[in-house]
């Protein structure tokens, strides 16, 4: 994920543009940069590192301008150099690209065959193709740019031949264009601007065109359009939502971020020690990072582990004492089946762990040791990066803070882009059905039951989540012509297991969706296929989650449903 931002005002904005780079550095610090339209044209500034190696960089020489876009990058497409740092630039034109262009590389065989690219970006050939489209009118050089992609793109763009406008256009990824008492912006969320006045979300495939003096957008025709602005009256919680629809999305958004910041934050102390056994103890989404923790426990450090259902555990007189070791997991701390769980541990002598977002909440202070996920205030009642985040903590506990954990909020974020256009669409199709159903096995099972919670909890369809294996044991009798069957495989050593479940309910007539690791994609089939990075299974659920909370979530929005406060839930389940 990368934040984008731009201004264009009636004195010298680079100020504005490098304190609302910082303000954006949450979306990833591997390089940023600066293009100014100064009194000589346009001058870039690019820096590998963080802010302020930009800043170290423009301390001497920083170009003035009223008109400007910056970049903070995290690499998606090429490595971490200054060549691909933001802006890029070509012919008549430079821009700051926030997304994925799947078919970037498609299009660099189409258009620029044997051209000289300065990067491996997807952006540079987003430029080259906008220069290429460019006869004199930058809006239809959008247009017919917007025309030829593929995946998702939040652009902010400088042409040389029109120094007092800043353009910007969007699909897939966030684009807000900001009215402040100084200028006019763009960003990537409105946390980046100062003193906001009026805020416009760009929807898909719209642009934009900024003066000192003027906003206008155009939709995908170039029909100019009134939009009605979230103005900053609208109460600060609008302008949480990052620019998004719901908070659910702008949340999805924010795993990355959520991952990364928990995966820093928890201390590396062996919480496990002596534990004979460990006993996860939690509700609903918290209670599905436990089936995972459970599994990577005892697979990867061989101690006995389970989960529990924490309105089940606090009746069944629990065979638990010293020498268990029962962590609660809840995103709000205060869940009472929870809570009286971790009260009835306590007594039974059980040494208690708590992994919670909300510092301070009973859950937290009542425990012997607590650790905190990084995901921010969640909103949502349908959880999602307070899961990924719980998640993140448990690959801590179990395999210990690895190099391929540093890259999963980078894979996290790779497999919302890579699939929120797909999900986007196949929700159509699943919103007209009855029952959906999700199956994996193992670890691949653990994350399906997230995923039928999450498509039951918001678009109010019945979803049931089963072991791949156990389907043919009662529940395939309500797999109808057209039900849609998501099956999760991300573990090579059962995919041919799995791979003949899916052939199971196709002979009955299933919509097969797959979500698969992309090695093993194309090892299984399926009426549609869903890739995630390949993480290694053990860290898979945090990937494979990301199709299943967007199917759910385009699901309800083509059903109409309220995603963030669905009916009938509260955010946190404080009665029993
Ligand atoms: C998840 O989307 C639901 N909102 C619900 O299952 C939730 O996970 C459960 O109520 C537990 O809440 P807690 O994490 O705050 O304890």
């Excluded at 489209?133 to 652009?155: C, P």
């Amino acid at each position: 994920m990368c934040g984008i931002i731009g201004e264009i005002g009636k004195v010298n904005v680079m100020g504005d543009i490098l304190e609302g780079l910082k303000k954006l550095e949450y979306r990833g610090y591997d390089s940023a940069g600066v293009a100014v339209f100064t009194d000589a044209g346009v001058r870039r500034v690019r820096a590998v590192g963080s802010i302020a190696a930009l800043e170290e960089k423009l301390r001497n020489d920083a170009p003035a301008g009223t008109l400007a876009i910056g970049h903070s990058r995290w690499a998606t497409n090429g490595k971490v150099t200054e060549a691909n740092a933001h802006p890029h630039r070509a012919g008549k034109f430079t821009a700051v690209h926030n997304g994925i262009i799947e078919n970037a590389a498609a299009l660099k065989a189409e258009y620029f065959a044997g051209a000289a690219f300065e990067s491996e970006t997807d952006t540079e050939v987003v430029v080259k193709l906008l220069d290429r489209f460019y006869t004199g009118d930058v809006g239809e050089a959008i247009r017919r740019t917007e025309a030829v992609l593929t995946g998702s793109w939040a652009l902010g763009i400088l042409c040389d031949d029109c120094p007092g406008t800043l353009f910007a256009a969007a699909s897939g990824s966030p684009l807000l264009v900001i009215e402040t008492g100084n200028g006019r912006c763009i960003a990537s969320d409105a946390g980046a601007v100062q003193d906001p006045v009026s805020v416009t979300k760009l929807e898909n495939r719209e642009y934009a065109a900024l003066t000192a003096n003027a906003v206008t957008i155009y939709n995908e025709k170039g029909e100019p359009v009134q939009k009605a602005p979230l103005t900053a009256t609208a109460g600060a919680l609008t302008l949480d939502k990052g620019g998004y629809e719901h908070y659910m999305m702008s949340e999805i958004m924010q795993q990355p971020e959520a991952v990364r910041r928990t995966l820093a934050a928890v201390p590396d102390e062996d919480y496990i020690r002596d534990a004979r056994e460990i006993v996860i103890v939690a509700c609903g989404s918290a209670y599905h990072t436990g089936l995972v923790g459970a599994r990577l426990f005892e697979s990867v450090r061989r101690i006995r582990a389970h989960a529990e259902i924490a309105s089940e555990f606090r009746y069944a007189d629990p065979l638990i004492g010293p020498g268990t070791l029962c962590i609660f997991v809840s995103q709000s701390g205060e869940t009472a089946d929870t809570l009286a769980a971790l009260r009835l541990a306590k007594e039974k002598g059980a040494r208690t762990l708590a992994i919670v977002n909300v510092p301070g909440s009973a859950i937290a202070t009542e425990s012997d040791e607590v650790i905190l996920t990084r995901a921010g205030r969640e909103i949502a009642v349908a959880t999602t990066k307070a899961y990924s985040a719980q998640l993140a903590v448990f690959y801590c506990l179990a395999l210990g803070k690895t190099e391929a954990l540093g890259r999963l909020p980078e894979a996290i974020y790779t497999a919302i882009a890579e699939n929120d256009e797909k999900c986007r669409r196949v929700a159509e199709r699943i919103a007209g059905c009855r029952n959906i159903f999700f199956i994996g096995r193992l670890l691949d099972n653990a994350v399906s039951q997230e995923g039928s919670l999450k498509m039951k909890e918001i678009s109010y369809l019945n979803s049931q989540a089963y072991a791949a294996g156990e389907l043919k044991h009662g529940t395939i009798s309500l797999v109808e012509p057209g039900a849609p069957v998501i099956a999760t495989v991300t573990d090579e050593t059962i995919l041919t297991k799995t791979a003949s479940n899916l052939h199971e309910v196709k002979a009955r007539g299933a919509f097969t969706i797959v979500i698969a690791a992309k090695h093993l994609a194309d090892k299984i089939e399926a009426d549609l296929t869903l890739t995630v990075p390949d993480v290694g299974p053990l860290l898979a659920p945090s990937v494979a989650v990301v199709p299943m909370q967007l199917m759910s979530y385009y699901t309800a929005k083509a059903l109409g449903c309220e995603i963030d406060k669905p009916r009938n839930l509260a955010k946190s389940v404080t009665v029993e």
